[in-house]
């Protein structure tokens, strides 16, 4: 170490001794750029402290309150039938499935819309069961019954028999379709079957071929009735009144094909004819 400071005091003496200048470089001096000048000149200003905006002198209005739910119109288990009907109705079949002159005759698509040839219509509003008459505790729609056996049903219910006119409207709606499901037959309620007798056809003795009503969705009219067409016959007041001893027409049923539709009714019978494939559906009328 000594050594090494001698070396450095020679050296020093050594530029003294022959006039040489000795110069320390000095640090250089530092460039600004113009953008830090600028930012530098610049008055720092802060940002003002954030301010909670002011509080609404009127407090937000209150939900509107929901509107009550209306009591159903009909009784439990029963749809409304509010419209117009019109009594004379005019279908025109555009494709057949059956020779149109056969009394069976079945119509595949009817043209639409239907034509009233009524001069006008008439205002109805009643209630009409939802299925057909089912006894408590049982599956299948009540059968062997009359026009006369279901009055008497409809009246212990507080209720009534249908007369044609209802039952058709019920049915057809005010677009007056020909099937409660629309313009055109399909199979979707319980009818057009091969197998309506038992064993020997020739003796013509009706099987029992009903079905739980209302278990075929697809099978309902324009106000949510259901098996208006197939199932069993139900008895209603045939239109118009007064004409004949007795007042039954059957409608629906699944046994006839060609009165698988709204309008047509079996009206041979008289008021105390039973059988096997007819059943009962009530009405009543609309609390408005």
Known sequence: MRRTLA????????YALFGVRLEVPRPRARVESPLARATRAAPVVSAPAPQALPASSTPPPAPEPKPPVPEPPCPEGMAAVVG?????????CRTWLDPPESPFARC????RPARCKSASREPMAFCMDRTEY??????????QASLQIGARVCKSLGKRLCTE????????????????????????????????????????????????????????????IFDMVGNVDEPVLKDP???????????????????????????????YFTGMQIGIRCCADLDQ
């Open 7 to 14: 070396g450095a005091l020679g050296v020093v003496l050594g």
């Open 84 to 92: 117009d009907y019109c009594p004379d109705v005019v279908h025109t």
């Open 108 to 111: 595949g698509v009817y043209e």
């Open 134 to 143: 089912t006894r408590p505790g049982e599956t299948l729609p009540q059968n």
């Open 165 to 224: 006119r209802e039952w058709n409207f019920a049915c057809e709606g005010e677009e007056m379709r020909p099937y409660p499901y629309g313009f055109e037959r399909v199979r979707v309620c319980n009818h057009d079957r091969e197998d309506l007798y038992l064993e020997d056809p020739k003796k013509q003795v009706l099987a029992d071929r009903r079905w739980p009503s209302g278990s075929r969705p697809d099978c309902k009219s324009p106000f949510g």
């Open 241 to 271: 009144p007064g004409q004949v001893p007795f007042r039954t027409a059957l409608k629906g049923g699944w046994w006839m094909p060609a009165r698988n539709r709204c309008r047509p009714a079996t009206t041979a019978h008289n008021d």
